[in-house]
């Protein structure tokens, strides 16, 4: 049986077939979650054929629905209704498949992509102590991987963040202002405009470390996702224009503050493991922080094995690690 598995959050989109083929697509979902089933339906067809799709999501969140429970039920729709006939089957917080939707059990649906790509990252362990650090255009996951199982604190998102599991900061989603109250700028500290002027993307687009695409307007503003529209979206974030020296300082300490962030809550989750990692997998396409992290938790090069998705498997599997991992689960599993 041919899979595909997708996985359906509240910006992107994600497909992958576990045998090679990946890839995302850019859907707002808070803003028309009506378009759902049309934008899946066209996802599919530019896929591989397949008989059956398995599903995972976190886009039940998204604000477009009135809660969780009613976001799941919709998108479970949405999903039968773009399959054209084909089975669906959806993956639960148990790790498990299930082809039945009970409107009663909907969190067990709900936010299962990170358990999906931990359970098949255990494979790449060895049964030694590991990490998983996917880290993503919105949040970031750090999980660990310990005798041979997923050994999260949180099973959902609540409990996640609570843990340090899940981390509400990305590499391009996330507003400056959610990461830094003032900056420093020429020897004086400035207070930075609480409004969504820019995010982390502009940040990265400054430094040279996110990719530059005159096409992609998911922006704050609207405008290109280029270094010279960055630099207008850094410089609202003090009221006033910005040189590229100017720039360049600003990103660099939104950086920090970010990787701060991260150190802080991967601390919480080293300090409840029974045993040091000796393996820490890396996914998601904000993988260029992973170094500077592993530094920060005293994992650096000599003390763990560092195991790159996107060099062992390219960088869109790795930016679509959860959908890879689920095509590939059901693949191994065939849900009933």
Not at 53 to 59: E, K, N
Not at 196 to 209: C, I, K, Q, R, S
Not at 251 to 262: D, E
Request: with cysteine; aromatic share 6%.
């Amino acid at each position: 049986m041919r899979w595909l598995a997708l996985d359906i959050g509240g910006a992107n989109l994600k497909v992958a077939d576990g045998h090679g083929y990946a890839a995302v697509q850019a859907f707002a979902l808070w803003r028309a979650p009506e378009r759902l089933a049309v934008e899946l339906a066209r996802l599919i067809e530019k896929s591989p054929p397949c008989d059956a799709i398995a599903v995972t999501m976190t886009g039940e969140l998204a604000d477009g629905y009135s809660s969780r429970a009613a976001g799941v039920e919709a998108i479970v729709a949405a999903m039968r209704e773009a399959a054209g006939g084909r089975n669906v089957v959806f993956y639960r917080t148990d790790g498990k498949f299930t082809a039945e939707f009970d409107p009663g059990d909907w969190l067990a649906l709900a936010a299962t992509n990170w358990r999906a790509l931990a359970q098949w990252a255990i494979r790449l362990t060895g049964g030694e102590s590991a990490l998983l650090v996917d880290v993503g255009s919105t949040t970031v996951d750090i999980i660990p991987l310990v005798g041979n199982r997923v050994a999260a604190a949180g099973s959902d998102d609540y409990g996640r963040l609570r843990s340090g599991e899940l981390v509400y900061t990305g590499v391009e989603r996330t507003p400056l202002c959610a990461l830094v109250e003032a900056v420093d700028l020429e020897g004086e500290i400035c207070p930075v405009a609480a409004e969504l002027f820019a995010t982390t993307l502009d940040a990265y687009l400054v430094l040279g470390e996110a990719s530059e695409d005159a096409e992609n307007v998911g922006t704050a503003d609207g405008r290109p996702r280029t270094r010279a529209a960055a630099l207008t979206r850094l410089g609202r974030m003090v009221c006033r224009e910005i040189d590229e020296a100017e720039a360049g300082t600003l990103a660099w300490q939104v950086r920090l503050a970010q990787l701060q962030k991260l150190e802080i809550a991967g601390r919480a989750v080293l300090d409840r493991m029974t045993a040091s990692p000796e393996i820490v997998i890396v996914s998601g396409h904000g993988d260029f922080l992973a170094s500077d992290l592993l530094e920060r938790w005293d994992l650096g090069p000599g003390q763990v094995t560092a195991i790159s998705l996107a060099a062992e498997l390219g960088p869109d599997i790795a930016r679509c690690a959860p959908a890879h991992a689920l095509a590939v689960l059901a693949a191994e599993t065939p849900p009933t």
